[in-house]
């Protein structure tokens, strides 16, 4: 009886710092959670100070020498650099260094393809991995085995790899084919929602903030819940009826994160656009990371790609139970509307955030205090469901009420008698 297990790939982590910014540490630690989710054990970091990453190999001369003996000491089997690296760049390091290659970009479509469970999110992924591959079959032929994919083999990857560059197009043409077929069905989704219009809340962050943690609290969506980052990957929409009565919809979305690869946000557009349709931006950010500032603004760069602009945003300051002290530090967001902090987990501070969600929802409802007639008492379940029913008193002509409905219901109710 023999105990057989699957090697664990041991690699070193690269980066040049070019000086433009002073997060490349944090990028690499970042990276090294990466590398660990997709299953692979770091063993040693080297990072160079240069005006700019060298075009031919990313870093240069010297250092690669000094990797070369730093791969021997460690033993490691491959490397990962935190910039996505050109084809030119990819060979002439293999070339160099006689070991595996691999960028922050293929770690992540790595993760991706485990993650992904539905045919949307399979689809988007593959798009995304084969868009990544083709770019970097010029002059590879003779490598190819090299392209098989990051920590392990995952999504098809390995399947790919004996296909030439047709074969590739053509499945990249099936696939896009696909993703305009889903986004066709998204823009459906949306037009019916627009004739009954629930309030929409996309709730976005960086990956790992607490998102589904939030989603499953309130509407118990049953998402997976994990301390490593896209813990979750296809996005759940759910229905959650507030305190007040009223009716809305949760849509979670994809994780940010540093170097999101535009491969991904490309294919994922369909599905990260669910905020650009949205009614409010719940941003919910990881107050117990050190690097959360940072992590802010990525987020907002990515809205901003995306085309997210005018958009009420609340901003909750999650895993408060986590500070030292309590949680008394001041957090602010200027891009939010509102803010407030607390903690998923433990429900401080949700009281808070879903009073401000209602506030946002009132200012977009009018006030009616109608009779409507016995035929037309189906119309209390208009305000039930998307409004707030404050009264209704049964009288001799019909049914007294009064609510708050949203603007856009305003004209059903404008042929009925005010009271």
Known sequence: MYDINEEQERVILVAVSDGRDDNTEESVDELEELVATAGAVTVGKLIQNREKIHPGTYIGKGKIDELKDYIR????????CDDELSPAQLKNLEEALEIKVMDRTLIILDIFAGRALTREGKIQVELAQLK?????????????????????????????????????????????????????????????????????????????????????????AKVLEEDKLFATLDPTTRNYKLPNGQEVLLTDTVGFIRKLPHHLIDAFRSTLEEAKYA?????????????????????????????????????????QDRLEDG?????????????????????????????????????????????????????????????????????????????????????????????
């Open 279 to 319: 009614d409010i931006i719940l941003h919910v950010v990881d107050s117990s990371n050190p690097s959360y500032e940072s992590h802010m603004e990525i987020v907002y760069d990515t809205l901003k790609q995306l085309g997210v602009e005018d958009k009420k945003i609340v901003t909750f300051f999650n895993k």
């Open 73 to 80: 000491t460690l033993e490691a089997t491959g490397i990962v």
């Open 132 to 220: 990544y591959r083709s770019a970097r079959l010029v002059g590879l032929r003779s490598s190819l085995s090299r392209l098989g994919g990051g920590i392990g083999t995952r999504g098809p990857g390995e399947k790919k790899l004996e296909m030439d560059r047709r074969l590739i197009s053509d499945r990249i043409a099936k696939l896009r084919s696909d993703v305009e077929e889903l986004v066709t069905h998204r823009e459906l989704a949306r037009e019916k929602r627009s004739v009954n219009p629930i309030p929409v809340i996309a709730i976005v962050g960086y990956t790992n903030a607490g998102k589904s943690t939030l989603l499953n609290t309130f509407t118990n």
């Open 327 to 419: 949680g008394s530090y001041l957090f602010k967001d200027e891009k939010a509307d509102y803010t407030a902090a607390g903690s998923i987990k433990t429900g401080d501070g949700v009281e808070d955030l879903l009073n401000i969600i209602e506030k946002i929802l009132s200012e977009r409802s009018v006030f009616i205090d109608i009779i409507l007639p016995y035929s037309e008492a189906g119309k209390i379940q208009i305000i039930r469901q998307y409004g707030q029913l404050l009264s209704e008193e049964y009288v001799e002509n019909g049914v007294h009420v009064k609510g708050n409905i949203p603007k856009e219901f305003e004209s059903r109710f404008v042929s009925v008698q005010i009271s």
